[in-house]
T-cell receptor, first 113, second 112 residues
Framework: DAGVIQSPRHEVTEMGQEVTLRCKPI?????LFWYRQTMMRGLELLIY????????DSGMPEDRFSAKMPNASFSTLKIQPSEPRDSAVYFC???????????FGPGTRLTVL | DQQVKQNSPSLSVQEGRISILNCDYT??????FLWYKKYPAEGPTFLIS?????DKNEDGRFTVFLNKSAKHLSLHIVPSQPGDSAVYFC???????????FGPGTSLSVIP
């Protein structure tokens, strides 16, 4: 298996623009997680899905952030409008069931100017 | 309020010696603990875990020790190798089927 796939790997955008990050989990995994890593806050869980249903989105910082999982093989994290403080590395991870051995993608480095 | 703390942002160790990475937690409900390792430009990878019914778990050169009364765990790497140089994240959850809270990470450098 190719592992968790994220795109793009790098994104540079201007403040106010919409940003969409994409994730393809490992085939057969039914839990998907979006994390954000910053120097100040470390690795934060933003939202997680089980069987395509959002279970806990309490980590989503603001209404500007939204996430969807239309099917078992695809998820998006959208920021609209983006702000410079959203600059971070965003990771997607997946796991089989609720098990905690999560498999992470390579991350998307987002820079908002 | 940070529930999982790694108070040493960085650590340098000579190759062949022991590396000890420490982690403290505040939530007494945490029952399951994990360590992840992260290389630059890659996502974290699972390294080792321990549940609260144990006080030690070993996997090759990696051993995790848990002291529940002190709300403290540590990861020992013996012997340390240059390839172990990475950021190590401690993580905890209330059960093995609950969301995971990560610490801020400790950057380990193993010097040849």
């Amino acid at each position: 298996d190719a592992g968790v796939i994220q795109s793009p790997r790098h994104e540079v955008t201007e403040m106010g623009q919409e940003v969409t990050l994409r994730c393809k989990p490992i085939s057969g995994h039914n839990s998907l997680f979006w994390y954000r890593q910053t120097m100040m806050r470390g690795l934060e869980l933003l939202i997680y899905f089980n069987n395509n249903v959002p279970i806990d989105d309490s980590g989503m910082p603001e209404d500007r952030f939204s996430a969807k999982m239309p099917n078992a093989s695809f998820s998006t994290l959208k920021i609209q409008p983006s702000e410079p403080r959203d600059s971070a590395v965003y990771f997607c991870a997946s796991s089989l069931g609720w098990g905690n051995e999560q498999f992470f993608g390579p991350g998307t480095r987002l820079t908002v100017l | 309020d940070q529930q999982v703390k790694q108070n040493s942002p960085s650590l340098s160790v000579q190759e062949g010696r022991i590396s000890i990475l420490n982690c403290d937690y505040t939530n007494s409900m945490f029952d399951y603990f994990l360590w992840y390792k992260k290389y630059p430009a890659e996502g974290p990878t699972f390294l080792i875990s321990i549940s609260s019914i144990k006080d030690k778990n070993e996997d090759g050169r990696f051993t995790v020790f848990l002291n529940k009364s002190a709300k403290h765990l540590s990861l020992h790497i013996v012997p340390s190798q240059p390839g172990d140089s990475a950021v190590y994240f401690c993580a905890a959850s209330k059960t093995s089927y609950d969301k995971v809270i990560f610490g801020p990470g400790t950057s380990l450098s193993v010097i040849p």
